[in-house]
Antibody, heavy 118, light 110 residues
Framework: QVQLVQSGAEVKKPGASVTVSCKTSGYTFGMYKMHWVRQVPGQGLEWMGIIDTSSGSIAYAQNFQDRVTMTRDTSTSTVYMELSSLRSEDTAVYYC???????????WGQGTLVTVSS | QSALTQPASVSGSPGQSITISCTGTSSDLGAYDYVSWYQHPPGKAPKVIIYGVTNRPSGVPDRFSGSKSGNTASLTISGLQAEDEADYYCSSYTSSSSWVFGGGTKVTVL
């Protein structure tokens, strides 16, 4: 069965960087793109970007394009999201979500809480 | 890209039907039939319940249905059940080759 398993919770200081991983299984990795979405506490979902797991090409949301880097490792079927220059407003749950090839996301990771605090 | 507009909350009694609206612009909802709806229970991952405006993934009850007219999409839940209580989000592909979500709607079953 399709599984997306994310790395564990992180606590970071302002100005630092964080990397969240999303290890996939149960399907052919390179056939599906991967989105990253976050949810700040008390707020809605926010799209961060998408990576083509086959070619490595990326599209970032304008709000994050200066601070986010998405990569993938085809040997381990894992995608990564690095967010730099963290600030308290980046405290959120970060999700990876598989693109279903129909302009939507079908499978989601369990979420990773990133807390930014001095 | 501004978030799509959803009502903050909608409520209904068991068995009733409710409709959640999602309003965008001619650059997102109005431009494409790539509207999705997600059910997001507290503490869990979101689950897609509608994609491509009207399509239900396998396993999603047919009580959930979607539609779109112009720049507004709608999700209808018929025969409301206690288990339907959750936050619901709409999403659309945009002309900027990005995706945008709505602000979310809390559904309460009275």
């Amino acid at each position: 069965q399709v599984q997306l398993v994310q790395s564990g919770a992180e606590v970071k200081k302002p100005g630092a960087s964080v990397t969240v991983s999303c290890k996939t299984s149960g399907y052919t990795f390179g056939m599906y793109k991967m989105h990253w979405v976050r949810q700040v506490p008390g707020q809605g979902l926010e799209w961060m970007g998408i990576i083509d797991t086959s070619s490595g090409s990326i599209a970032y949301a304008q709000n994050f394009q200066d601070r986010v880097t998405m990569t993938r490792d085809t040997s381990t079927s894992t995608v990564y999201m690095e967010l730099s220059s963290l600030r308290s407003e980046d405290t959120a749950v970060y999700y990876c979500a598989r693109d279903n090839r129909a302009w939507s996301q079908d499978y989601w990771g369990q979420g990773t809480l990133v807390t930014v605090s001095s | 890209q501004s978030a799509l507009t959803q009502p903050a909350s909608v409520s209904g009694s068991p068995g009733q039907s409710i409709t959640i609206s999602c309003t965008g612009t001619s650059s997102d909802l109005g431009a494409y039939d790539y509207v999705s709806w997600y059910q997001h229970p507290p503490g869990k991952a979101p689950k897609v319940i509608i994609y491509g405006v009207t399509n239900r993934p396998s396993g999603v009850p047919d009580r959930f249905s979607g539609s779109k007219s112009g720049n507004t999409a709608s999700l209808t839940i018929s025969g409301l059940q206690a288990e339907d209580e959750a936050d619901y989000y709409c999403s659309s592909y945009t002309s900027s080759s990005s995706w945008v979500f709505g602000g979310g709607t809390k559904v309460t079953v009275l």
